[in-house]
């Protein structure tokens, strides 16, 4: 038999078989690739850059400006899209490629989906060393873009033009598996990109991915189904994977037949809309105080799509009941069986549906239910005290947080990632619906914002994004709100800056130590720089305000709604408030010895506090 063929270089047909992934959103089958960030350098330009032009029709290319911020805001698209669709981005080698090592560890550990083409050495080896090669004095196959092993699901360097065949395949594979989800990398030699081979016409047949929801086995089942009608204070925390698997509705549904009180993680946030009666908010380090009082009581911890970081557990501290036991329901078994959990190894609608049909009309006490229900009244009532308007000349985070949230409502996308004002969003920010809260904190990465606020608005395009961020961040990536003013993808971005990075202060403070070299003020300096980030915004195209109160923040929110392109609001903030109501002990390790009297009542009371933690 003669098999048809089609004679394309490996980047031509690495790109055509791109275009080929679909997906089905809302009934209509769709591209799976959202298009391709690309930087161009010379070991892609030639090859897969050319291939892309040739494409452009099909599979929209996009630039940026650091191969970073580009992989962070294709990481944000998946995540707004549930994971159902994606982005690649490629690079030259050197630091082209390296600069998206960082972006493939925060894909890798917040189990999304992203696809890293970048370029690579020649696999001829002829003009060894080409410009950027990274040599080894001891490995001839070793190259800059073996640093992405450790942070990728799947890596693979491509030294002939056939072997693009079961990499993609197998790319396509990780990307779309529910447990194994996560980066790949395929480092693309340059000489091989420009080389033919006569592909099987096959190879670019369509294919439509669909979400697997893989069914729990039937023992596994019947133990969890025995420890929650055993149980007379359970609970529900939510991780991402309930949003992953586009279970929020059937979360809801099987929180209120059976009257379990539900917590959410940073991942898992918007799960549930925050005035349902049965969302008791954050949980964790970050917790609130409706959350964190029923996990210290509770003998059942029904845990969904998370993996039980220690934000979540207060690092392992927060559970203090003797017989307390905890189920885990997770597509992925390494996290579904984490701390002598009874893993229930399944997605997560799926899971909880069969769950549901397994509990017959059981329902947890109603005193367990009222307790509940009296936790979270005082905690809004708490909440409401911290995010309330001042007059206060340096506002704290969360009035800030209170003022944005009063000019844009709960129906905008929130978008942060590092430093106070994750643990401030979890606690106090009034999520509405599914994905309407985007958190990377799973690596919290300074820099993810701004670029990660762009592609959540190339996912939801109609959305309102907001994009919150300290200077901190900010100073460590800004460069995409020219990206996103070039696109016309209209962000929000509200900078809150306390000079410095506020956050680590605190906790360095609160760990007995020195104000030192966090606050610029307390760094080793000549000169204060006095950054004037309204200019800066400005020179990028953006629409630039300062706001010299909380009441002028709101009214420049307001306006800002009405800005044809990306807007950036400023506002000065005090570095030293951060809200005392909910949160719980994190352990960060205090030295044991020390000369400073302040370290030393730091490491009893960090002691003192290891006693609580169950190992």
Not at 157 to 166: F, L, N
Request: hydrophobic share 45%; proline share 5%.
């Amino acid at each position: 038999m003669t098999q048809k063929t089609i004679r394309l270089t490996m980047a031509q047909a690495l790109a055509k078989f791109l275009t080929r992934q679909k997906t089905v959103i809302d009934g209509v089958t769709v591209p799976i690739f959202g298009g391709v960030f690309a930087i161009f350098g010379h070991g892609n330009v030639a090859g897969f850059g050319e291939a892309l032009y040739q494409v452009k029709g099909e599979l929209p290319t996009y630039r940026a400006h650091n191969e970073q911020g580009m992989a962070h805001a294709a990481i944000a698209f998946a995540k707004a899209s549930f994971r159902r669709r994606m982005m690649a981005v490629t690079s030259s080698i050197g630091p082209g490629a390296t600069n998206m090592v960082t972006a493939a560890a925060l894909a890798h550990v917040n189990r999304l989906p992203l696809l890293l083409l970048p370029g690579d050495v020649f696999a001829n080896r002829a003009p060894d060393p080409v410009l950027q090669q990274v040599e080894s004095f001891a490995d001839g196959t070793v190259s800059a873009n073996d640093a992405f092993r450790p942070v990728s699901r799947y890596f693979d360097r491509i030294t002939r033009p056939e072997q693009i065949i079961p990499a993609l395949r197998r790319a396509m594979q990780v990307l779309t598996d529910p447990a194994d989800c996560g980066p790949v990398t395929l480092a693309l030699c340059q000489d091989v990109q420009a080389e033919a081979f006569d592909y099987p016409e096959s190879f670019f047949e369509e294919r439509v991915w669909l979400p697997r929801r893989p069914a729990p086995d039937e023992h596994e089942l019947e133990a969890a189904v025995e420890a929650l009608k055993a149980s007379r204070k359970p609970v529900i925390i939510a991780g991402g994977g309930v949003l992953y698997s586009e279970a929020a509705g059937t979360l809801k549904a099987f929180a209120e037949k059976h009257g379990i009180p539900v917590m959410e993680t940073n991942a898992g946030k918007s799960s549930l809309p925050h005035h349902h009666a049965l969302n008791m908010g954050s949980v964790g380090v970050t917790g609130s105080s409706a959350s964190n009082l029923l996990a210290e009581q509770t003998d059942l911890v029904l845990a969904v799509g998370t993996r039980l970081q220690d934000f979540t557990t207060g690092s392992w501290a927060l559970f203090k009941a003797d017989e307390v036991r905890i189920v885990g329901l997770n597509t992925q078994v390494f996290d579904a069986a984490k701390h002598r959990a009874l893993p229930l190894v399944a997605d997560a609608r799926v899971g909880m549906e069969r769950l549901e049909a397994g509990l017959a009309g059981w329902k947890a006490p109603a005193s367990w239910v009222d307790k509940a229900h009296k936790g979270k009244a005082e905690w809004l009532e708490a909440a409401k005290q911290v995010t309330d308007p001042t007059n206060a000349p340096l506002p704290s985070d969360a009035q800030v947080i209170g003022a944005v949230h009063r000019a844009r409502g709960s129906e905008a996308i929130v978008v942060c990632a590092a430093g106070g004002l994750p643990g401030e969003l979890h606690k106090l920010w009034p999520a509405g619906a599914p994905g309407s809260y985007h958190m990377e904190y799973g690596y919290s990465t300074m820099g993810y914002e701004i670029a990660g606020g762009l592609g959540v608005k190339l996912a939801r395009p109609d959305t309102d994004v907001i994009v919150m961020l300290g200077d901190g961040s900010y100073m460590m990536m800004n460069s995409e709100i020219a990206t996103s003013v070039m696109l016309g993808k209209k962000l929000t971005i509200v900078v809150l800056d306390n000079r410095g990075f506020g956050c680590i202060n605190r906790l360095q403070m609160a760990t007995g130590g020195a104000n030192f070299n966090n606050l610029l003020q307390d760094t080793r300096h000549e000169a204060l720089p006095e950054i004037d980030f309204v200019a800066h915004a400005a020179s990028m195209g953006a629409v630039a305000r300062k706001a010299g109160s909380i009441a002028e923040l709101e009214a420049a929110l307001k306006e800002a709604a009405g800005d044809a392109r990306t807007s950036v609001v400023v506002i000065d903030t005090d570095p030293l408030i951060s809200t005392d109501a909910g949160g719980h002990w994190w352990d960060v390790a205090v030295p044991e010895v020390s000369v400073r009297v302040e370290v030393q009542k730091a490491r009893k009371q960090y002691e003192e506090a290891l006693k609580g933690r169950r190992l």
